[in-house]
């Protein structure tokens, strides 16, 4: 599964920790303590099956002036209707999230974080 941070803010983030517990870190890279997502930017980590018939599951925590942004992700081989994904982020700021299923073999967790509307 992809997931993919799009910051659509002025927050520069800076990733604090990441694992997986089911799967592994896929191409081209793990995430590692200190990658940037600059602000206005986007990033991408593949998080991979080692296992036929088993899933994938982790998180992603990345911080910013205003706190953390926690990400996480279980999803399950045989169904996906039964996939969980949370994603907490600290005021101001807010997110979007959305998965392509289209295609089983490349499912695509998109978060978008944006700043919560009534915000200066």
């Known amino acids: 599964m992809d997931v993919v941070l799009q910051n659509n803010t002025n927050e520069l983030l800076t990733l604090e920790s990441a694992e997986v517990m ?15 997502v600059e602000k206005q930017s986007s990033a991408k980590w ?34 996906v209707g039964q996939r969980t994904q949370e994603v907490k982020v600290p005021p101001p700021l807010d997110y979007l999230i959305d998965f392509n299923t289209e295609n089983f073999d490349q499912v695509v967790m998109m978060v978008t974080l944006v700043r919560r509307r009534n915000e200066p």
């Open 46 to 79: 593949l998080n991979q099956s080692t296992v036929d018939g088993v899933g994938v599951m982790g998180f992603l925590r990345l911080g910013c002036t205003k706190g953390y942004i926690d990400i996480s992700w279980n999803l399950p081989y045989f169904d």
């Open 22 to 36: 089911r799967g592994e870190w896929g191409p081209p890279a793990a995430p590692r303590r200190g990658d940037v």
